[in-house]
């Protein structure tokens, strides 16, 4: 009886599991890479956040995009800044992967054109660190199909770098502001000393 039991409970969870795989999730090694991506970031280009642009471009190369309605662009982790950040962990299993958590941009996928382009201004609260673009297509129900990167399968080709900029630009303002401040008091000062001086005198 308990056998019979833990055996029916066995082939359910089976079942939850098969139909996990198959309507749950996407592996990423199960994409083919059908986009060829290319960027304005150069290997090693420092970008300012808030400042750069990035040109993205990508090309479809494969031989079926019957079922390609979408193209999302995203910014991807390099290894070197996942490197002890859990929380940035690649995973093979699409909807735990981490390694690319900003999307650029979502845009229809034309079958006419099969190519797009994007310029994106490096937004302000990107986190300092090394990148990539990744481009998915995905389907009419946001499965992603296919992919393109501008790095090698490795990641470790034609990598770029963004840094911050907002921090300088504070300490330079308060800089500047403390410096005005200074300014005016000592020449408030300059003009009382003189008064002073001058009644004095
Ligand atoms: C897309 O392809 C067309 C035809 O090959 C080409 O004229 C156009 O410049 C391409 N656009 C982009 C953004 O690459
Ligand atoms: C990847 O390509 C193969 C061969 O062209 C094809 O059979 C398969 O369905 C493709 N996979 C996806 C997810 O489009």
Known sequence: MA???IMLELVSLLVICISQTSHG???????????AVDSSATAGQVLKAGEDTITVTWAYKGTDDSSYKTVE???CYAPISQKDRGWRRTADNLEKDKTC??????SPYSPSSRNGSFVWLVEEDVPPATY???????DAGSHRLGYGQTTDDEKATN?????AVTGRHASLAIASACFSAFSVVSFAGLLAAEKIGGKTM
């Open 132 to 138: 990539f673009i990744r481009a998915y297509a995905l």
């Open 25 to 35: 999730f996407t592996l990423f090694s199960s994409l083919n890479r059908t986009l």
């Open 159 to 163: 990598l770029f770098e963004v840094v």
């Open 101 to 106: 958590p900003l999307l650029v941009v979502a």
């Open 73 to 75: 662009i995203h910014l």
């Open 3 to 5: 056998g019979r039991r």
